[in-house]
């Protein structure tokens, strides 16, 4: 895939540059709590800002569905963003039209503004190319710094990379770079490890996968209804029965196309899903009483996993173990992830994760850091996973 970078901007001192970001922000009682997603963006804002361009911020806040509300407004989130950028930002409420030429009159070169919340408009979910071409009058490029939301065919997301030259920002860049590293053209063997509490929310996830990796390790509730297709008991476990088909057919074509399915054959038990349960212990798979509930990976089917990272020089990783927020369940996630991230410092393993349940159990165990790459984006991140087509990240594609 080719996309024209910043790297190929010309002289953009006194143009506008209509910038496409994620600020659906985190909010309590009024104030952002996390500015992640202002922090990936500020190297593409200030790059554009120190190169003498007006830079108006699009983004949208919540779900608004194509009306004003005061809550939903991204006045909130100025003060965070001037926060990260360390400059001041002027805060426009509407999206095009004369407030927004005369905003663009108003700034110097290198100024930065951003403008309402884009889902005020009814047009920008239905990407309608009327709203975008009254935006994109107002820009000499764009450039789409959202990797989050390219997963969406909207207005600001789709609609206006083919109205203007149209970038992708260091955020996108360095993500797309990645995912190409993962997936696309990963060095082998590859592993994916894909989490979470149901199978059927990521069907189409391990579909594509099982025809991409060599190796692919199946954890959380998920893994209970794999084990259940396989004629397990697993107790109270969360486990989705009706989906033991499903499992079979996903299994049989790993088979088919070479790829070694993981699941675990010891596993952490309780009899409660509380911390540090009296009833807590460690047991065979196939040793899981009636009234017990898996919630965990063992210690050994652990050791053997870290064994097969051992053996990659890719891994994508999505979801957690088990159900790591609460302790002591959170042993098999923390020590698989040390092992990535100890892989991944001596070189021998490119690593990237992404989905926020990923990213908050990385953080957990200490190790964001020491991936190679970890995204913020769900939606967008679950989508690539499948193998889906990202219309904002299409729009980008040139030649």
Not at 68 to 77: A, D, H, I, P
Not at 113 to 123: C, D, K, Q, V, Y
């Amino acid at each position: 895939m080719k996309f024209r970078t910043l790297d190929d901007l010309g002289d953009v001192t006194g143009k506008v540059a209509l910038v496409r970001v994620d600020l659906n922000l985190p909010m309590h009682d009024g104030a952002v709590t996390e500015d992640s997603r202002v922090r990936a963006s500020a190297p593409t804002i200030l790059e554009l800002a120190d190169k003498g361009a007006k830079v108006l911020l699009l983004a949208h806040f919540g779900r608004p569905k194509g009306a004003r509300n005061s809550e939903q407004s991204l006045s909130m989130v100025v003060g965070a963003v001037e926060a990260v950028l360390g400059r001041e930002v002027m805060f426009v409420p509407e999206i095009a039209g004369d407030v927004v030429a005369q905003t663009i009159g108003i700034l110097g070169p290198g100024g930065i503004a951003i403008l309402e919340n884009t889902r005020f408009w009814p047009g920008e979910e239905k990407n309608d190319p009327a709203l975008a071409k009254a935006i994109a009058a107002h820009g000499d490029i764009y450039v789409n710094d959202a990797f989050s939301a390219a997963h969406r065919a909207h207005a600001t997301t789709e609609g206006l990379a083919h109205l203007l030259p149209a970038y992708a920002g260091r955020s996108m860049q360095a993500e797309l770079a990645a995912l190409a590293a993962a997936l696309d053209n990963p060095a082998k063997p590859v592993a994916a490890l894909v989490g979470g509490a149901k199978v059927s929310s990521k069907l189409d996830v391990l579909q594509n996968l099982v025809n991409k990796v060599d190796h692919l390790i199946i954890g959380g509730g998920m893994a209970n209804t794999f084990l259940a297709a396989r004629g397990v008991a697993v107790g109270k476990s969360l486990c989705e029965h009706d989906l033991a088909a499903t499992c079979e057919e996903i299994m049989t074509a790993a088979d088919k196309a070479g790829c070694t399915v993981h699941l675990p054959y010891d596993v952490v038990v309780a009899k409660e899903f509380a911390a540090n349960p009296p009833s807590l212990r460690t047991a065979n798979v196939h040793e899981v009483a009636a009234d017990e509930m898996i919630l965990d990976i063992g210690p050994a089917a652990v050791e053997s996993l870290g064994d097969v990272l051992k053996t990659c020089r890719t891994l994508v990783w999505n979801g957690p173990l088990g159900a790591f927020e609460t302790p002591p369940f959170d042993a098999a996630t923390v020590a698989l992830a040390r092992t990535a991230a100890a892989l991944t410092r001596e070189g021998s393993l490119v690593s990237v994760a992404g989905g926020g349940d990923t990213v908050a159990a990385l953080h957990h165990a200490g190790v964001a850091g020491d991936f190679s790459y970890i995204s913020t984006a769900g939606g967008a991140f679950l989508e690539w996973m499948e193998g889906r087509e990202l219309p904002g990240v299409k729009a980008l594609e040139v030649g």
